[in-house]
């Protein structure tokens, strides 16, 4: 039985389980998807939030430049460009033989942000920031009119070395948290998931970051590192699961998004509507962006999430409503991908709450099918991701030329405009991979 249910009944309930089960690829439109206003209305994050966010990475942007210098040119504001990929467009149609119709294809390529090479150098440095402004104003050393470079001084970092930041990831949001904790003056101690590659480890270590190894997966990691948190004074847990200041920094990446797009002269309007595939782990960086895009764009966006076929966490939560009271493993769904950064069996309740009614669906995606887009990507646009990142990349062609896709564009007026529309591929990581390891990846696809 799960929940009191048996297995039969839940695929009685939700016919597309029993292909879930069967780790086939699905496409799950949201049938709680609702209008802008009534979708945002009850959401308790607002527009302000996201500004809010907004202006403390600005203020802490003169900290950023200076003590991570690659971020100099951009004045230390932590962004990544946004792309056009024609080459692998022309690829994708032959490998899926689908002709898509579109206006433009783009690639977001958080895959190469600053200082961690992943979505998580939004979210993940966004609250230690938020934390660490926190404590220098509530203990005087800091006031709000202060230019914020002298967080990089010895009197901050010993401030800091009192305090200790914890958090439990797959990889990449131990290395974004880890990173920056480190270089404020922080005791940090991130807890890794089974997934978690060696490297990322290890760079944490020369860091100076506390690294705790775990036999089990993202959920343990998390609960033995919020565990750690709550025993030990002064110490902060970085909540992946429940932290609104994690989703505002992620949703932050909206506002630069509309910036690139009107630099690009992409409109987006009532004509013209905007489709976004974003690769979804425990929800926090999707969903904190597609929140950030509604507030924007509207009933004009339409946003999708990718999940692998071993670790459909969200797509099990918001399908049956029961959010984290289900994992993928109560249904014998192994949370085993090559997607190391989206092996996630159980989603955040928080998340899953907060999207339920702007989320258009959901699809997954299966291990050979990243690794074969890795390569193509590679060759076509000599762009190096990491398998997690390919996800959002499928989204297109499942929306435009699958039955469930047409049905969505039917259903929501879209069928006269839709070649006008934009779509664009969230890659969320890969620069920080070792080359060998790239290499490694790379060469999967050739070997079968
Ligand atoms: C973390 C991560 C995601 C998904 O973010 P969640 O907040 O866990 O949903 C996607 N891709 C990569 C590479 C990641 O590291």
Redesign the pocket.
Same mark, same amino acid.
């Given at each position: 039985m799960i929940l009191g249910k048996s297995l039969e009944e839940w695929q009685r309930e939700y016919p597309l389980l029993i292909e879930m089960l069967k780790t086939n690829e699905v496409f799950w439109l949201n049938p709680n998807y609702r209008n802008y206003e009534s979708a945002v209305a009850k959401i308790p994050l607002t527009e302000a939030d996201v500004r809010d966010a907004e202006e403390r990475l600005r203020k802490f942007a003169p900290y950023i430049a200076k003590v991570f210098p690659e971020t100099k040119e951009n004045a230390g504001i932590i962004e990544s460009p946004l792309i056009s990929i024609p080459r692998m467009k022309e690829k994708m149609e032959s490998l899926f033989n689908k002709p898509v119709v579109c206006k433009n294809l783009l690639l977001k390529c958080d895959s190469h942000l600053p200082i961690s090479g #992943?979505?998580?150098a939004r =979210?993940g440095i966004y609250e230690v920031l938020n934390y660490a402004e926190k404590l220098a104003l509530e203990f005087g050393i800091l006031s709000r009119e202060d230019d914020y470079v002298i967080f990089d001084s010895d009197k901050f970092r010993e401030f800091f070395s009192k305090y200790s930041i914890v958090v439990g990831s /797959? =990889?990449?949001?131990g290395l974004s948290i880890g990173i920056i904790s480190a270089k404020l003056g922080f005791k940090v101690t991130v807890h890794m998931s089974a997934d978690a590659k060696q490297w990322k480890k290890d760079l944490l270590k020369s860091k100076g970051v506390n690294v705790i190894e775990h036999l089990s997966d993202y959920s343990k990691a998390v609960e033995v590192g919020r565990r750690q948190a709550e025993t030990t004074p002064n110490s902060y847990f970085v909540d992946?699961e429940n932290s609104t200041a994690l989703f505002l920094g992620y949703a932050v990446a909206a506002l630069r998004v509309k910036e690139q797009l009107n630099h690009l002269n992409i409109v987006v309007d009532d004509a013209h509507p905007l489709f976004v595939y974003l690769?979804? $782990? %425990? $929800? $926090? *960086?999707?969903?904190g962006v597609s929140f950030g895009l509604k507030l924007i764009y509207k009933d004009n966006v339409h946003c999708f999430f990718a999940e692998p076929t071993h670790s459909p966490c969200m797509l099990l939560g918001c399908m049956t409503g029961e959010h984290d009271n289900l994992c993928v493993q109560d249904f014998g769904i192994d949370n085993l991908t090559a997607a190391d *950064?989206?092996a %996630?069996g159980r989603a955040s309740r928080f998340v899953g709450k907060t999207i339920e009614n702007l989320l258009s669906g959901i699809y997954t995606v299966n291990d050979q099918v990243l690794y074969r887009l890795l390569s193509n990507m590679a060759d076509t646009e000599g762009i190096f991701l990491?398998p #997690?990142?390919l996800a959002g990349a499928p989204g297109i062609f499942n929306l435009l030329g699958s039955d469930a896709g047409q049905k969505y564009i039917e259903s929501n007026g879209l069928h006269d405009i839709i070649q006008n529309s934009s779509h664009i591929i969230w890659a /969320? $990581?890969g620069k920080m991979v070792p080359a060998s390891e790239m290499n490694d990846y790379y060469r999967v696809d050739s070997l079968k």
């Open positions: #992943s979505i998580k =979210g /797959t =990889g990449n949001l992946d690769p979804c $782990g %425990v $929800g $926090g *960086g999707p969903g *950064g989206l %996630v990491e #997690s990142a /969320t $990581g």
